[in-house]
């Protein structure tokens, strides 16, 4: 007879775990006040700016320019902060295509570097032997929310005079000695976008305590008009990025209910790791001291096959998902591997362009680990359920690790 569900075996649980998004009679009183006054846009509306101050707040930062996604955040951040187009931007090869893809809208280069398999954050190391004379700035990534080494990265960017922006889009309510993350560089990005942890469907943020970065991305935002400017006149090229009233109604609610659900996700966290630490073949990340704030956006891991009968990864996530957990295999491919940087295919229709690097002889073997064989993710609508949802989770686990022959390859 077999035990995991995934061979037929009893489920741990049937029942789903807390949807995505959390949302109640604040968003829609929000909404329906904004749509009530007729002021749908940020350009006659106040509900804007006033989320800007309060989210800048709450980061410790001076200005806070919202906009319509996170990438676009990322873009607008790159120009306001002068970076130049034609230079090298680090990034890590492991992350969402938007790190990257907003140094390419922007015609800088980005240069993939490896990751800490101990926390999947960039690795300041790889960084410093990826600086050439024609790299401009870094754009590190707080992957699921857990802040990468800052004073490294802002040691490594003084000693080269480069700039830094945080990508910050999984990282609301981080802090990293004891100061929030975002504009601890030149400036810092978040996204509102609908799996994040606090959501308006779509949006972003950028945070800086540089006023003429922020005076640049508000320029850039809003069609390159300035401020006291004409309507018609425009001092600087730019475009329309510019977040509605909608969205920052529903993004005050949010925010309003961010501390209490924040509150679970840590206890959850918390909890999971300790449950999660005893199985053989499950490395859990690891939290610098300095780490004073863990966003949760992601509870991420990695899976050693040789401690499951050298059952692949995807294997392992199937039987979880069997077991009544979602689990989920996360990014599939390092950045440089994914066809549209292998090609280089940037222009029209995917049309090739000349870039001066080649990524098909990157190569970042921890990105690569654990894209193909060890990360493994819970989302954080899972971070929001009861203990006894943590416990499914390590039971889970701890049957699978148990009954490893039933998977064994
Ligand atoms: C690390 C990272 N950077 C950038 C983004 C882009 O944000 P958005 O989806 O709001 O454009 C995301 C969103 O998933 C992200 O996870």
């Not at 980061?59 to 187009?85: E, F, H, K, W």
């Not at 140094?103 to 980005?110: A, F, K, L, N, R």
């Not at 954050?121 to 590190?140: G, H, L, Y």
């Not at 976008?193 to 950028?206: A, D, L, R, T, V």
Request: hydrophobic share 40%.
């Amino acid at each position: 007879m077999a035990f995991l569900a995934i061979r037929g075996g009893e489920p741990v649980r049937t029942e789903s775990f807390p949807v995505w998004p959390v949302w109640g009679d604040e968003e829609i009183a929000n909404l329906t006040q904004v749509i009530k006054s007729g002021q749908w846009g940020r350009l006659k509306g106040t509900v804007t700016a006033d989320f800007e101050r309060r989210f800048a707040e709450l980061q410790g930062a001076r200005y806070g320019i919202c906009l319509n996604s996170g990438t676009t955040a990322l873009q607008i951040a790159l120009v306001a902060a002068d970076v130049m187009p034609g230079t090298e931007v680090i990034c890590p090869a492991y992350t969402f295509i938007a790190t990257a893809s907003a140094i390419v809208d922007v015609g800088c280069i980005p240069v993939f570097v490896d990751v800490d398999p101990n926390t999947f954050n960039i690795d300041p190391e790889k960084i410093r032997q990826a600086i050439t004379d024609r790299t401009s700035a870094i754009m590190p990534v707080h992957f699921a929310g857990r802040p990468f080494d800052v004073d490294a990265v802002l040691q490594i960017a003084r000693d080269h005079g480069l700039k830094v922006i945080e990508d910050a889009a999984q990282a609301w309510g981080a802090s990293w000695n004891g100061k929030p993350v975002g504009a601890l560089g030149d400036a810092g990005c978040f996204s509102f976008q609908s799996s994040k942890n606090i959501n308006c469907g779509e949006g972003g943020i950028i945070l800086t305590n540089d006023e003429m970065v922020a005076k640049f991305a508000q320029a850039h935002h809003n069609c390159g008009r300035s401020q006291d400017g004409q309507w018609y006149e425009h001092f600087y090229y730019g475009g329309n990025y510019r977040m509605t009233e909608l969205q920052a109604a529903v993004l005050h609610a949010q925010l309003d209910r961010y501390p209490e659900l924040h509150r679970i996700r840590l206890e959850n966290l918390a909890y999971l790791q300790q449950g999660l630490a005893e199985i053989d073949g499950i490395e859990l990340c690891s939290d610098d001291a300095r780490i004073t704030r863990h966003a949760c956006h992601l509870y991420a891991f990695r899976y050693l096959k040789s401690h499951f009968s050298g059952a692949a990864k995807s294997v392992f996530i199937e039987a979880l998902r069997k077991e009544g957990i979602p689990a989920s295999p996360g990014y599939s491919l390092p950045l440089y591997a994914q066809p549209v940087f292998r090609q280089k295919s940037f222009g029209p229709r995917g049309k090739k362009v000349h870039l001066d690097i080649d990524y098909t002889t990157c190569h970042c073997p921890v990105t690569e680990d654990l894209c193909y064989e060890q990360a493994v993710w819970f989302t954080q609508n899972m971070l929001l359920g009861t203990q006894e949802d943590m416990d499914d989770i390590i039971e889970a686990v701890v049957k699978i690790s148990e009954h490893a022959d039933e998977i064994a390859v």
